[in-house]
T-cell receptor
Framework: DAKTTQPPSMDCAEGRAANLPCNHS???????VYWYRQIHSQGPQYIIH???NNETNEMASLIITEDRKSSTLILPHATLRDTAVYYCIVRTSGTYKYIFGTGTRLKVLA | GAGVSQSPSNKVTEKGKDVELRCDPISGHTALYWYRQSLGQGLEFLIYFQGNSAPDKSGLPSDRFSAERTGGSVSTLTIQRTQQEDSAVYLC??????????????FGQGTRLTVV
């Protein structure tokens, strides 16, 4: 069962920041938050992950609240190629298993 | 190889036939996963293998589904007596055991199975 809650869809204007929220209120202390995305007809692609500190890489930034009950994925300058379904996943403690929820369908508009 | 490779990319089979789907993980990756994605749906976990440990089969939907991983590398997902509801994209992923197990998984492009 998915441990995360995400809005089903969002729109974002091209060139603007896309902020995708995720609630994970039952997360435990040693569970990481992962983000993947799936562009149409492709396999999911890893974006970023974190435990409690904010993280940034070449693709995105991850902001995790101090209580770790929610997080936000930020795509700083969205492009049309960022249109995809974005999955927020809490890694099951002690295993490699990823449980995917239904994700957020992000549509970047020209 | 450079990434996770799955074959075939597309498979059409008749109801009642058996099918085998193959996954070649990234060399050296010890963890391997199978997921299923029905049209317009999210990813459904099926099974994962980690090294020599017993696989976690908790996601297999019925005893018609089985998977093996030979020599800790290539994996085959077998579906016996296929049904129309088995039609989906079957995705394989692999990951490397890293410190604290916080490593990302790399997915293949999937096998699109259509049961007619």
């Amino acid at each position: 069962d998915a441990k995360t809650t995400q809005p089903p869809s969002m729109d974002c204007a091209e060139g603007r920041a896309a902020n995708l929220p995720c609630n994970h209120s039952t997360i435990s202390g040693n569970e990481y938050v992962y983000w993947y995305r799936q562009i149409h007809s492709q396999g999911p692609q890893y974006i970023i992950h974190g435990l409690k500190n904010n993280e940034t890489n070449e693709m995105a930034s991850l902001i995790i609240t101090e209580d770790r009950k929610s997080s936000t994925l930020i795509l700083p300058h969205a492009t049309l190629r960022d249109t995809a379904v974005y999955y927020c996943i809490v890694r099951t403690s002690g295993t490699y298993k990823y449980i995917f929820g239904t994700g957020t369908r992000l549509k970047v508009l020209a | 190889g450079a990434g996770v490779s799955q074959s075939p990319s597309n498979k059409v089979t008749e109801k009642g036939k058996d099918v085998e789907l193959r996954c070649d993980p990234i060399s050296g990756h010890t963890a391997l996963y199978w997921y299923r994605q029905s049209l317009g749906q999210g990813l459904e976990f099926l099974i994962y293998f980690q090294g020599n440990s017993a696989p976690d089969k908790s996601g297999l939907p019925s005893d018609r589904f089985s998977a093996e991983r030979t020599g800790g590398s290539v994996s085959t997902l077998t579906i016996q007596r296929t049904q129309q509801e088995d039609s989906a994209v079957y995705l394989c992923a692999s990951s490397n055991k890293g410190l604290l197990m916080n490593t990302e998984a790399f997915f293949g492009q999937g096998t699109r199975l259509t049961v007619v």
